[in-house]
């Protein structure tokens, strides 16, 4: 068994030994058997990276096997430098989403902690799949723990949130099948991404896949004005399901982007390149102004994250490295910025039980070691040097204005509206007088909020300060993605 | 030509034996639960579907009964489907019976009758033996249903299915009547020889193709001829139900292949666009109708409505011309789709049964409330079927799905690319009240707070039942390869 396959199978077998055999009686050792699970499974990806050789663009790790012979389907899996960093990422997100649900989750533990590794395995799946049919199973496969971790442990509306999130994707994600199929049947009878990459299409079929993708995947990003469902979903869902939502999940509709869409209809994406930027900065300058007038935390990091997903997806369709390699450092800074804005916010729900700026006020005197980590990732958030959200956004901008003047100068806006909002939220809920009893009674943070907030923050550190070894993995598969993106592969 | 060739029939010869027998030895059994009948049915059961594999695996093609009925392997592998399909309703059948004072030697006859009549249609080669096979499969299902005297719903349910089963039947017999009459004979190789032929008057075809199709849309209950489906399904009782949900499918889809594939492929531009309309019109009504249903019965009839419409389209798509290519991956993901749709509605019946007891039917939704905290195993089963019924990996459904998808959008014809895109928003609709029984499992809390009472038999095979489901969803090749086998062979005679 390949290290991928460890990577995707180990955690959804823990996961399933935890539903099968866990008991509410016994969620201390649940807990442990979780977090030990999701510590190995971290740490097989480790060798990954390690071994990974980044002076070649070919996908590296390769597993394959026959799976469906009726239907020519492989198990095929395989990573390159635009996915291999979202693998470590997400069993890494997943060990602190463990971490941060430690004495907080105190119903059905073991069914909540078995959703989240099941989900992990999952993602890793869809990131490393190289299979069209392998990819969408495990595409529309990590829906359901996640409807199940929003419907059980979410808020007040979250029946709602769970419904939306689920039918919003899925109505994305079943045209997307129906591409997957005509590719398929186009291909002669074959559901292998490489080969779909280089087969020639027409401009009328490459115009409808592209649809059909930018569908799917615009869905998950999400972009505008398809994003109504996140909020909710963010809103609604646990703090665990809300890290996770925005530090892999929204990934995986950018990835599509990158191993679908630009690499299988590159005419298509050309000719619609216009469209993309122009969804992506209304995503940024129009999210923007909705995030500053939230008065719920979770909503407004909710609406900060389409804002920065639509600077992901305005990196890739700018059609430069330096705008590609950004949007994909992006993702991966955004994931542990979010992750962490998120857990902050967690930290003060379970404290506070709400998540209205207006019941805080003064936070940093009562909780200051506190208060400093929520400072250095709302920094990160609005794109501060030295943090791991200034790389990305940063070298986006380099790209646009070497693109356009004027459409890197609209994007570069997001430096002001990020720190507008984040700044904002900081100030009303941290500083200030003490606003009331309830944040007269906090209490600062202990050992194991300490632990998870600390990783997160040296990660953010060491990203913003080293991004070198992030950006130099990925060279070679972007440029590599970006000659071929070039060339037109219409059919005669 | 004229030989009897008995062995080609040994199973159905044993399974009309075995019932008499059944039938007569159910006198001398006191016992309430009536353990040797039920014994002995389900052992005569389990030998004939055995028979039927073994005639699968020989795959040959024999003609017995001089040239009336055909052993082929699509009519071994649909019978031994619908010899495990009434299996396992009789074990989820029983102790729900014997709690409503149902549990009779006739329950166990009339299966027996009922499963002959499916085994005798699959294995028809002639439009009488059809017939015969319906009737034989109808009439012992009406007695079904009406089975629970003293209850009125059951009996109003079984006049509803009596009255409009007989009508459908005379649709199709109708139809045939008029094939008779077109073409001089009621062999089904004959006909196709005649139809070939283009020497039949075709206004008469076409007109006796209509009312085959309208008798068999009745058969799988597709609209608009779906009337009876909700009114039966949460009429008869739960076991019933059961029984007449799950079997007689497999037999409707194969008469629908003898009948129209291997009899009238000559006219299919014909009875294909009659199928589109169908499907059509069974996705849409039974998705959007099942939105609407508060009883879990009611709701998994408009269900298996839109899904007999999602199967339909998998037959329709496959314009012939002399390539039997495309015609074999049409029908052979249909019948990848029904076999793998009853599969899962044993298992959603079965839950039904499950949590249902003495003087209580479990047949709203909301009587589902809070299964994940009082049940966390069967609420697992029950999420498994609905992600099934529902077509989302990586359960069965989806591969089912896919594979009736793939043949539509294979034809390579825009408006069926158009069809394909229908059939995926309407799977999208029925997502919606499938998630809902979910969400009724986990998100709200219980409300029937009795401990779930039923016999060990009925909890491993219904557990069985659910990992079934869930593993032919990860590994569905060797599944999707005997049905196509099986057509492929089908279509070589």
């Known amino acids: 068994m390949g290290l991928l396959s460890l990577a995707i199978w180990l955690p959804i077998l823990a996961g399933v030994v935890l539903l099968a055999l866990g008991r509410d009686s016994q969620a201390g050792t649940v807990r442990w058997v979780a977090l030990l699970a999701a510590f190995a499974s971290f740490l097989v990806t480790l060798p990954l990276v390690k071994g990974f050789d980044s002076s070649t663009a070919a996908l590296q790790f390769q597993e394959k096997m026959g799976w469906i012979a009726r239907f020519n389907v492989h198990y095929h899996l395989g990573v390159d430098g635009l996915s291999i960093w979202f693998v470590p990422l997400t069993a890494f997100i997943t060990l602190i989403v463990v971490v941060a649900a430690w004495e907080v989750i105190t119903d059905r533990v ?39 971790i929003i419907g059980v442990w979410g808020g007040p509306k979250r029946v709602y949130a769970a419904f939306k999130f689920f039918l919003y994707t899925l109505a994305g994600s079943l045209l997307m099948l129906v591409a997957l199929i005509f590719l398929y049947y186009k291909s002669g009878g074959s559901f292998d991404i490489l080969t779909w990459h280089k087969l020639p299409l027409a401009m009328s079929a490459q115009t409808l896949l592209f649809f059909a993708f930018f569908l799917a995947f615009a869905v998950k990003v999400p972009m505008w004005p398809v994003h109504t469902w996140l909020p909710d979903a963010h809103v609604e869902a646990p703090t665990g399901g809300s890290v996770v939502l925005a530090a892999i999940m929204l990934k995986l509709g950018c990835y599509g982007f990158l191993r679908f869409s630009l690499p299988i209809t590159p005419d298509a994406s050309h000719k619609w390149s216009g469209f993309m930027i122009a969804l992506s900065l209304v995503a940024v300058v129009y999210i923007g102004f909705v995030a500053l007038v939230q008065r719920d935390m979770k909503k407004l990091v909710a609406y900060s994250s389409i804002a920065h997903m639509g600077f992901v997806t305005f990196g890739f369709f700018i059609f430069n490295e330096l705008g590609m390699s950004g949007g994909i450092v992006q993702m991966i800074s955004h994931g542990f910025v979010s992750g962490a804005m998120f857990l902050c916010i967690g930290v003060l729900y379970d404290r506070v039980h709400s998540r209205e700026i207006a019941s805080y006020g003064g936070v940093a005197n009562t909780m200051p070691k506190f208060a400093g980590f929520a400072m250095l990732f709302a920094m990160a958030n609005c794109g501060l040097p030295g943090t791991a959200g200034f790389v990305g956004e940063w070298m986006v901008i380099l790209g646009a204005v070497k693109y356009n003047f004027w459409l890197g100068a609209i994007a570069a806006t997001t430096l002001i509206f990020g720190a507008a909002y984040t700044l904002w939220m900081v100030k009303r809920v941290y500083f200030g007088p003490i606003a009331n009893d309830h944040v007269r009674a906090l209490t600062d943070i202990n050992a194991r909020e300490f632990g998870m907030l600390a990783v997160l923050a040296i990660a953010v550190l060491w990203m913003g300060l080293y991004p070198k070894p992030f950006t130099d993995v990925m060279h070679v598969s972007v440029s590599e993605l970006l000659k071929h993106a070039a060339v037109s592969k219409l059919a005669n | 030509m004229n030989q009897m060739n008995w062995h080609a029939v040994y199973p159905e010869m044993v399974l009309l034996a075995m019932a008499c027998v059944i039938a007569m030895l159910d006198l001398w059994v006191t016992s309430p639960r009536r353990t040797p009948t039920y014994l002995l049915t389900q052992a005569t059961l389990a030998v004939v579907g055995l028979m039927h594999l073994k005639g699968f695996n020989d795959g040959g093609t024999e003609y017995a009964m001089q040239r009336m009925v055909v052993a082929d392997p699509m009519g071994h592998l649909l ?25 009779k030697g006739e329950l166990f006859t009339l299966s027996s009758f009922a499963l002959l009549g499916i085994s005798v249609m ?19 299902l009406y007695a079904l249903v009406a089975l629970r005297r003293d209850s009125a719903d059951a009996t109003e349910a079984a006049m509803k299915y009596f009255v409009l089963g007989a009508l459908a039947s005379g649709f199709l017999l109708y139809g045939l009547s008029m094939m008779y009459g077109a073409t001089g004979s009621l062999e089904i190789s004959d006909v196709f020889k005649a139809v070939g032929t283009g020497q039949i008057n075709k206004s008469v075809l076409v007109f006796g193709v209509v009312f085959i199709v309208a008798g068999l849309a009745f ?3 597709a609209v608009p001829f779906h009337m009876w489906v909700p009114d039966v399904y949460q009429g008869a009782p739960t076991a019933v139900t059961l029984l007449i949900g799950g079997a007689p499918k497999l037999a409707a889809f194969a008469i629908t292949i003898r009948l129209l594939v291997e009899g009238l492929s000559g006219i299919g531009a014909d009875w294909q666009q009659m199928l589109v309309v169908l499907s059509i019109g069974s996705m849409v009504l039974g998705n959007l109708v099942a939105i609407a249903q508060t009883n879990l019965k009611r709701m998994l009839a408009y269900s298996s409505i839109a899904q007999m419409g999602f199967m339909l389209l998998g037959l329709t798509p496959t314009v012939v011309g002399m390539n039997t290519f495309s015609a074999a991956n049409g029908y052979s993901s249909s019948m990848f789709y029904i076999v793998t749709y009853v599969l899962t509605t044993l298992g959603s019946f079965g839950m039904v049964m499950l949590l249902s007891r003495q003087g209580f039917e479990a047949e709203q939704i909301s009587d589902l409330k809070g299964l994940g905290k009082r049940s966390p195993w069967f609420a697992l089963v029950m999420t498994v079927i609905m992600l099934s019924l529902a077509g989302l990996p990586p359960t069965v459904g989806f591969y089912a799905k896919l594979a009736v998808l793939q043949a539509v959008v294979s034809t390579n014809v825009g408006g069926y690319i158009a069809l394909a895109v229908v059939a995926v928003l309407m799977s999208l609709v029925g997502a919606f009240y499938y998630l809902r029984v979910i969400k009724v499992m986990y998100f709200d809390e219980p409300t029937d707070t009795h401990p779930i009472v039923s016999t060990g038999e009925m909890r491993f095979v219904l557990s069985i039942n659910g990992a079934a489901v869930l593993l032919f969803g990860l590994l569905p090749d060797g599944l999707m390869t005997v049905c196509r086998e099986a057509i492929v062979k089908a279509l070589a005679t």
Do not use: W
């Not at chain 1, 989900?119 to 890793?124: A, E, I, N, P, R």
């Not at chain 1, 990131?127 to 829906?143: H, I, N, P, R």
């Open chain 2, 122 to 140: 699959q294995s028809a080669n002639n439009f009488l033996v059809i017939y015969l096979g319906l009737e034989l499969m109808s009439l012992s």
């Open chain 2, 79 to 103: 019978g031994a489907f619908a010899c495990l399909a009434v299996m396992v309703s009789l074990v989820y059948a029983r102790p729900y019976a014997a709690e409503r004072d149902m549990l």
């Open chain 1, 110 to 148: 073991h069914q909540y902690m078995g959703a989240f590794l099941i989900l992990s395995g999952l993602m890793v799946g869809v990131f490393s799949a190289l299979d069209g049919l392998l990819f969408y199973v495990f595409f529309e496969a990590t829906l359901i723990p996640m409807y199940l």
């Open chain 2, 219 to 221: 058969k799988l209950g």
